[in-house]
């Protein structure tokens, strides 16, 4: 008998705990509801049997079981899925329901830019994550990504890290002053139990450096700047809440955009103690609902271009 045990995080590992957010009218893990639009449009219908499956920066395995759940029973039987993640582990759990479903699981400890060229996927999703990748790795990333992939793979993407994230709707105003309270109030309890010398730090370090929200367009020209032609770009809704943000407080990317230099147990809970004073203030319940906007693209490979020479053989 084999007996495995989970790695202890080392950090509160923040990302595990959102991707497990439930919402409430639909089911589905909230980071993952604006994605339903690649099922209603079938985008993952024909994929061939015994197709390569690549999720690339695979979290705690929530965004490969998902798109997972698009793709007909009958071609995952044959189907091998390779997860690259570089810092979280998928529990043992996750991996046994992916294995059940599918020929072959492997899971790789490596960044995008690596993985990208690795794998000679039919399908690469990339969710939640292309945010984090610097933009001179992206773009390596992105033509790397492109050579790697056989003529006619798809690739998907999904980030609610984009310019124009909050939604032009009724809710526009109330998640914009939700999120400028809550950070007043990390500021205010930064300096109630820091140094004087760590908040100093911390308070350059915010002035000077911004959560490098995405640009859409530029997002979509690096994409097809590597080669790939765009088959769907929409902006859908992710039904985040207060709660969403009490869980993603966790997550160590947020934690060190969010609140730079604080060690990063203290920094979550800084965040959470400025939560609790927001949703006082605000008179907002953990049920509130703070919609993101979230930008999905699917992307191909194009076939064989017009009068290309395969060998000997003139393909027109
Ligand atoms: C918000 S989580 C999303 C996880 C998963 N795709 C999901 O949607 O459930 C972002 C993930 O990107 C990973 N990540 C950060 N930098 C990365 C990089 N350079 N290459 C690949 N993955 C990266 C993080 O470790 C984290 O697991």
Redesign the pocket.
Same mark, same amino acid.
Request: no cysteine.
């Given at each position: 008998m084999t007996i495995e045990a989970d790695r202890v995080a080392q950090t509160p590992d923040l990302?595990y705990k959102?991707?497990e957010q439930i919402d409430v009218s639909t089911g589905l893990p909230v !980071? &993952?509801v604006p994605l339903e639009i690649v099922r209603r449009k079938s985008y993952l219908n024909n994929i061939r049997p015994n197709a390569i499956y690549h999720?690339? !920066? !695979?979290?705690?395995g929530?965004?490969a079981r998902y798109i997972l759940s698009m793709i007909p029973a009958d071609v995952k039987e044959g189907m091998r899925v390779i997860i690259?993640?570089?810092?979280?582990y998928i529990p043992h759990t996750v991996r046994q329901e992916i294995v059940k479903e599918v020929d072959e699981l492997v899971i790789i400890k490596s960044?995008?830019?690596s993985s990208a060229g690795l794998i000679e996927a039919d399908v690469s999703s990339l %969710?939640?994550?292309v945010h &984090? %990748?610097p933009k001179g790795?992206r773009v390596e990333m992105w033509k790397r990504l492109f050579d790697a992939s056989p003529i006619g793979s798809v690739g998907i993407v999904s980030t609610t890290f984009i310019t124009d994230w909050i939604p032009e709707e009724l809710h526009a105003n109330r998640v914009a002053y939700f999120f400028q309270a809550w950070m007043m109030q990390i500021a205010r309890r930064a300096k109630e139990v820091l140094s004087d010398e760590v908040f100093a730090e911390f308070r350059a370090r915010k002035k000077t450096e911004k959560l490098s929200l995405l640009d859409s367009n530029g997002l979509i020209q690096e994409i097809i700047g590597a080669g790939f032609e765009i088959e769907h770009k929409s902006n859908e809704t992710m039904p985040c809440n207060v709660e969403s943000y009490d869980l993603i407080r966790y997550?160590k990317?947020w934690i060190d955009f969010i609140t730079p230099v604080i060690e990063p147990a203290q920094a979550c809970e800084i965040q959470g103690y400025a939560l609790q004073k927001t949703m006082k203030e605000k008179d907002l319940t953990l049920e509130d609902r703070m919609p993101r906007n979230t930008l999905v693209l699917v992307f191909r490979k194009p076939g064989i271009p017009k009068n290309y020479v395969y060998g000997s053989t003139l393909v027109v």
């Open positions: 990302s959102f991707s !980071g &993952l999720d690339i !920066g !695979g979290g705690t929530a965004s690259s993640e570089p810092y979280n960044a995008a830019v %969710i939640n994550m &984090l %990748i790795d997550d990317e």
